[in-house]
């Protein structure tokens, strides 16, 4: 473990060494071009590596989908005039590692060749205070991604090997059936939509269903296909009468406008919504809690007056 921590603290000096982390182009027709012409020497250089260190070296099928390319793009939840820049990853490979050696001597191959010239490297397997500060990566998932670009690549396109342990590959990508499978790749776009909507954590959501209402990024009805409810939408100032011309249940909406505080009057529409999200002491996720709660009790009343009305009938 502490031969890891060094030689990824090297790596690490190496990339910030680099002039750039990004590509050196932000279209996405000219990254996928420049992809195709560099794999084959990666593939090449990607296979050196793991005959070197005795490792499984997995390629990617091809360079990755140029619609793929474009998602990526438009989903980046941080900086879209970026453009293609921040994808790092069209052309990669995994090194499958039995041990932490095993990463180790992949590390020190790569350090050790000078084809190469070290941009990026991010560290899940240790860098624990990054990943809980940063959310990456998601879901429990553990690697080490290393960037690089070929020093005599006039493109300097930068290429990808992610290096993970076999244990997370069998309990992970490798035991899905096709159609979870499915299920992940959907799961993991209605995530990457979460996060350019800057929505991923619950607690924050009506703060932003705010923002999307007074720049109008989005239709109520398309947040509620996206997942929002009733009263994280009610905390962020969209009336009762918007609600009720979407997917949700009238019944509910009435229910969650209940729970949450009447809105002060007097004031411009604009300011109605920004107070009634900053000015209440209600927290929406304690209310979605609440709200919960009382669907439980009613329920349970339910079912006890059927049980009294079965006595009723005995008698």
């Given at each position: 473990v502490e031969d890891y921590s060094t030689v990824v603290s090297e790596l690490k000096i190496r990339a910030q060494e680099s002039r750039t982390q990004q590509q050196m182009t932000a279209a996405v027709d000219e990254l996928f071009a420049d992809a195709?012409?560099?794999?084959?020497?990666?593939?090449?250089?990607?296979?050196?590596?793991?005959?070197?260190?005795?490792?499984?070296?997995?390629?990617?099928?091809?360079?990755d989908h140029l619609v793929r390319m474009m998602e990526r793009v438009l989903?980046?939840?941080?900086?879209?005039?970026?453009?293609?820049?921040?994808?790092?990853?069209?052309?990669?490979?995994?090194?499958?590692?039995?041990?932490?050696?095993?990463?180790?001597?992949?590390?020190?191959?790569?350090?050790?060749?000078?084809?190469?010239?070290?941009?990026?490297?991010?560290?899940s397997f240790m860098d624990a205070q990054r990943v809980a500060a940063t959310g990456w990566p998601p879901k429990g998932w553990r690697?080490?991604?290393?960037?690089?670009?070929?020093?005599?690549d006039p493109n300097r396109h930068v290429c990808e090997l992610q290096i993970v342990h076999e244990a997370m590959l069998r309990v992970t990508k490798e035991g899905l059936s096709a159609q979870?499978?499915?299920?992940?790749?959907?799961?993991?776009?209605?995530?990457?939509?979460?996060?350019?909507?800057?929505?991923?954590?619950?607690?924050?959501?009506?703060?932003?269903?705010?923002?999307?209402?007074?720049?109008?990024?989005?239709?109520?009805?398309?947040?509620?296909?996206?997942?929002a409810k009733a009263t994280e939408l009610l905390s962020a100032g969209f009336?009762?009468?918007?609600?009720?011309?979407?997917?949700l249940d009238s019944d509910q909406v009435e229910k969650a406008a209940r729970l949450l505080p009447?809105?002060?009057?007097?004031?411009?529409?604009?300011?109605?919504?920004?107070?009634?999200?900053?000015?209440?002491?209600?927290?929406?996720?304690?209310?979605?809690?609440?709200?919960e709660e009382e669907e439980e009790e009613e329920e349970q009343e339910e079912e006890e007056e059927e049980v009294e009305d079965a006595r009723e009938v005995s008698r």
């Open positions: 195709a012409c560099i794999r084959e020497r990666f593939v090449k250089f990607a296979d050196g590596v793991g005959e070197s260190t005795t490792t499984e070296i997995r390629h990617a099928d091809g360079v989903l980046r939840p941080t900086n879209l005039l970026a453009g293609a820049k921040e994808v790092l990853d069209a052309v990669r490979a995994t090194v499958v590692v039995k041990t932490i050696a095993d990463a180790v001597f992949v590390v020190l191959a790569l350090l050790g060749s000078k084809e190469i010239r070290i941009v990026l490297a991010r560290d690697d080490l991604k290393i960037n690089f670009s070929f020093v005599d979870q499978a499915e299920v992940y790749e959907r799961i993991r776009c209605a995530q990457e939509v979460l996060e350019k909507l800057g929505m991923e954590e619950k607690a924050s959501r009506p703060e932003r269903l705010l923002e999307h209402r007074l720049q109008n990024t989005a239709s109520v009805s398309d947040l509620v296909t996206m997942g009336s009762e009468a918007e609600l009720k011309t979407t997917a009447k809105r002060r009057r007097g004031s411009s529409p604009w300011q109605q919504m920004g107070s009634s999200f900053r000015s209440s002491k209600v927290n929406p996720v304690d209310v979605a809690d609440e709200e």
